[in-house]
């Protein structure tokens, strides 16, 4: 079973790529059943250097999980952190043993702090093009029954997973920061496509908009999916760029939420 959370849509090609190579199928969070198989892989992004509440807290709300093998395969712009320590102890808080912990590095997508911004379309491409084969290499090391942890820590790994995860996640994931500008037409896509459904259109003075409620992952989704670059996230989103992977498009129109 692979199981995977996806702002983006870089996660979701993971995913989506690496189920056939391992004959395994996907579920996509929040919709979780009972798990059954022995094997489950993990596939979502890195944030601040840890792994996304939204997966962390899923992780320590499942049953006792003794005899089964859970894997991760994050995906992140640069560097994890310590985010695999952080995986192999929740794991093992659920009596799981873990295997392969993998990152692939993709493009970028986080905006909301000064000073970061979305790839250049050339960094973005180059980061694409290395996916593939990246995660056939994991694919093997998941089939080979590999425990083999290879992932990008970057410097002051711990300083970043220890000290700025928690406060990151207490201050800069909060839902009260999004908002539309006057560029929003109603049009309600971000509504339609927020993975944990936690965007409710309301009347506006002229048209309808967007109404986040607390149940957010802070994923960015509908920041990167909006055609008119009408939500901001605080005061420093506004000149930043836009990303989407195209799995994630393509995904969206399969289940008829865009066209
Ligand atoms: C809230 C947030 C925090 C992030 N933190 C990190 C990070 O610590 N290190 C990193 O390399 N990338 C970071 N990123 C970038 C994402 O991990 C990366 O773009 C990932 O592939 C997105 O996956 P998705 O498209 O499946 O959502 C962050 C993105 C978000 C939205």
């Keep these: 079973m692979i199981i995977c959370f996806s702002g983006t849509g870089n996660s979701l090609q993971v995913a989506e790529t690496l189920a056939p190579l391992i004959d395994d199928n996907v579920t996509l969070l929040p919709d979780l059943g009972e798990i059954t198989d022995n094997r489950v892989v993990w596939v979502c992004p890195i944030y601040s250097w840890g792994i996304p509440p939204v997966v962390l807290d899923t992780i320590k709300a499942l049953p006792d999980q003794t005899g089964r093998e859970h894997h991760l395969v994050a995906t992140c712009g640069d560097d994890c952190g310590l985010a695999d320590r952080m995986f192999r102890d929740a794991i093992a808080e659920r009596g799981a043993q873990s295997g392969v912990i993998a990152t692939v590095i993709m493009p970028n997508n986080y905006v ?37 942890t290879d992932v990008t820590h970057g410097s002051m790994a711990w300083i970043k997973t220890r000290i700025i995860y928690p406060w990151f996640v207490r201050n800069e994931m909060s839902p ?57 996230y ?17 995904n969206l129109k399969k289940l008829n939420k865009i066209k």
């Design 234 to 250: 605080g005061k420093s989103t506004k000149s930043k760029k836009q990303y989407v992977n195209p799995t994630l498009m393509e």
């Design 176 to 232: 009260k920061r999004f908002h539309s500008t006057d560029a929003c037409i109603g049009c309600g896509i971000c509504s339609l496509t927020c993975p944990l459904g936690n965007i409710d259109m309301v009347n506006g003075s002229s048209h309808q908009v967007p109404c986040w409620g607390d149940n957010c992952a802070a994923c960015f989704r509908c920041y990167h999916i909006c055609p008119h670059h009408a939500i901001g």
């Design 112 to 148: 909301a702090l000064p000073g970061f911004d979305v790839d250049s379309h050339e960094t973005a491409r180059r980061k694409l093009d290395a996916t593939p084969e990246r995660v056939a290499s994991i694919a093997r090391m998941i089939l080979n029954d590999d425990s083999l």
